[in-house]
């Protein structure tokens, strides 16, 4: 089959994406041999270590390439040779299992870190996650803690993160004896919040119809606006990325060629099929033009004092807020991308994201009109993927709104 043939439009930023992502994996292991490499977790405040002149790594990006190359059952594996259960995090397990086992494992694993930053805003899985690799590669850990939001922030919270930031500092500077400079950290904020600000304007292209780009597509294009803010170099990449997706807008060209039913994602991908289950749901015109995944880079650093700034907008990341907030996100998303429906994917490793949509589906649809399905999972361990069950359940979907 040619690819005029195919039910999906490939972006041709794909591969300016292929180069930015092949940096940042030489960029890592660079810092690691110099010994300045921090591992850190998808909610930390990137922008402070970036302005001190470390290199950074993200093992839940790690995770997501374990499981493209769909070796999850294998890299997880090696950590419950250790003693680790299946129930723990695929993410956790695939990292853990690397370090144990790094000759066997996607580019020879992550390189060694010499400090491990965890904030607990996304998950508290983190810091036990990070004091385990911190017995096998003798990296100390930071924990950067946010207390949950339920509706706003109270000021003695916004206090106690903004103090924690402070100690962050503290803690990086006597570790790598290397100070902040406040010029340097204005610029990397400046970076960061324009690499957030163009990734938002693609994100919002997808309100139109045909929506410009997919799931799959927003997934992978999401990669270096969570683990590059403050880069300068991934601004070219976001600005080619928003040309292409406003000329498919201009042009009337949709993500795929067949646009029919609209649907919402909730979670994680599964990364080992990510290609395989939203291309497969293209051949019957669905597309998915939001989740609530990707909409979770937001905010712009700036103001008198960016630590203040810094503080409240990783307090308020989506995973950090309670029921409502989610509710009240999802049904935003379906009433602006005008959409059909929603797909809540339960994720067996992620706990924290997956809590509560059993109630969740229940009041979304009671307040937007729209069903939703619940279909389970694992972001990383295909061994807890059950295709058929699966496939049952988004054809009951499909059947409610077709």
Same mark, same amino acid.
């Given at each position: 089959?040619?690819?005029?043939?195919?039910?999906?439009?490939?972006?041709?930023?794909?591969?300016?994406?292929?180069?930015?992502?092949?940096?940042?994996?030489?960029?890592?292991?660079?810092?690691?041999?110099?010994?300045?490499?921090?591992?850190?977790?998808?909610?930390?405040?990137?922008?402070?270590?970036?302005?001190?002149?470390?290199?950074?790594? +993200?093992?839940?990006?790690?995770?997501?390439?374990?499981? =493209?190359?769909?070796?999850?059952?294998?890299?997880?594996? +090696?950590?419950?040779?250790?003693?680790?259960?299946?129930?723990?995090?695929?993410?956790?397990?695939?990292?853990?299992?690397? *370090?144990?086992?790094?000759?066997?494992?996607?580019?020879?694993?992550?390189?060694?870190?010499?400090?491990?930053?965890?904030?607990?805003?996304? #998950?508290?899985?983190?810091?036990?996650?990070?004091?385990?690799?911190?017995?096998?590669?003798?990296?100390?850990?930071?924990?950067?803690?946010?207390?949950?939001?339920?509706?706003?922030?109270?000021?003695?919270?916004?206090? +106690?993160?903004?103090?924690?930031?402070?100690?962050?500092?503290?803690?990086?500077?006597?570790?790598?004896?290397?100070?902040?400079?406040?010029?340097?950290?204005?610029?990397?904020?400046?970076?960061?919040?324009?690499?957030?600000?163009?990734?938002?304007? #693609?994100?919002?292209?997808?309100?139109?119809?045909?929506?410009?780009?997919? #799931?799959?597509?927003?997934?992978?294009?999401?990669?270096?606006?969570?683990?590059?803010?403050?880069?300068?170099?991934?601004?070219?990449?976001?600005? =080619?990325?928003?040309?292409?997706?406003?000329?498919?807008?201009?042009?009337?060209?949709?993500?795929?060629?067949?646009?029919?039913?609209?649907?919402?994602?909730?979670?994680?991908?599964?990364?080992?099929?990510?290609?395989?289950?939203?291309?497969?749901?293209?051949?019957?015109?669905?597309?998915?033009?939001?989740?609530?995944?990707?909409?979770?880079?937001?905010?712009?650093?700036?103001?008198?004092?960016?630590?203040?700034?810094?503080?409240?907008?990783?307090?308020?990341? +989506?995973?950090?807020?309670?029921?409502? =907030?989610?509710?009240?996100?999802? #049904?935003?998303?379906?009433?602006?991308?005008?959409?059909?429906?929603?797909?809540?994917?339960? *994720?067996?490793?992620?706990?924290?994201?997956?809590?509560?949509?059993?109630?969740?589906?229940?009041?979304?649809?009671?307040?937007?009109?729209?069903?939703?399905?619940?279909?389970?999972?694992?972001?990383?361990?295909?061994?807890?993927?059950?295709?058929?069950?699966?496939?049952?359940?988004?054809?009951?979907?499909?059947?409610?709104?077709?």
């Amino acid at each position: 089959m040619t690819q005029e043939e195919k039910v999906y439009r490939l972006l041709d930023t794909h591969s300016m994406l292929n180069q930015v992502m092949f940096r940042y994996v030489l960029e890592g292991h660079s810092a690691s041999e110099e010994e300045r490499l921090t591992w850190i977790t998808s909610g930390f405040p990137v922008e402070i270590p970036v302005a001190m002149g470390l290199g950074v790594v +993200y093992p839940e990006q790690y995770g997501a390439v374990v499981g =493209a190359q769909k070796v999850g059952p294998d890299v997880c594996g +090696y950590a419950e040779d250790l003693g680790y259960s299946q129930e723990l995090c695929s993410y956790a397990r695939a990292s853990i299992g690397s *370090v144990a086992r790094p000759d066997d494992s996607p580019l020879e694993g992550l390189p060694k870190p010499q400090a491990l930053l965890a904030g607990n805003n996304i #998950c508290g899985t983190v810091l036990r996650w990070y004091d385990a690799v911190s017995q096998m590669t003798d990296a100390p850990v930071f924990l950067f803690d946010t207390p949950p939001l339920e509706g706003e922030q109270p000021p003695h919270h916004l206090e +106690y993160v903004r103090s924690g930031i402070d100690n962050l500092v503290q803690f990086l500077s006597e570790r790598f004896g290397k100070p902040l400079e406040e010029d340097r950290l204005r610029e990397v904020a400046e970076k960061s919040s324009e690499a957030i600000r163009l990734w938002t304007k #693609c994100l919002e292209a997808c309100k139109t119809k045909p929506s410009p780009l997919n #799931c799959a597509d927003r997934f992978l294009a999401m990669a270096p606006v969570v683990s590059q803010r403050g880069a300068d170099y991934i601004l070219e990449y976001y600005e =080619a990325l928003l040309t292409e997706v406003q000329n498919r807008v201009s042009n009337g060209l949709g993500a795929i060629r067949e646009e029919k039913v609209r649907l919402l994602w909730d979670n994680i991908p599964p990364w080992f099929s990510i290609f395989r289950f939203f291309n497969g749901l293209a051949k019957r015109g669905v597309v998915f033009p939001a989740d609530t995944y990707t909409h979770a880079w937001s905010g712009k650093i700036e103001g008198p004092d960016l630590f203040d700034t810094v503080a409240r907008i990783y307090s308020n990341v +989506y995973l950090n807020k309670g029921l409502d =907030a989610k509710i009240d996100k999802m #049904c935003e998303l379906i009433r602006d991308y005008s959409l059909d429906g929603f797909v809540l994917f339960s *994720v067996r490793s992620c706990k924290r994201y997956s809590l509560g949509q059993l109630v969740s589906k229940e009041i979304v649809t009671e307040r937007t009109g729209v069903p939703g399905v619940i279909i389970e999972g694992d972001m990383v361990d295909s061994r807890l993927f059950n295709d058929a069950q699966i496939q049952t359940r988004i054809d009951a979907l499909l059947e409610m709104i077709l």
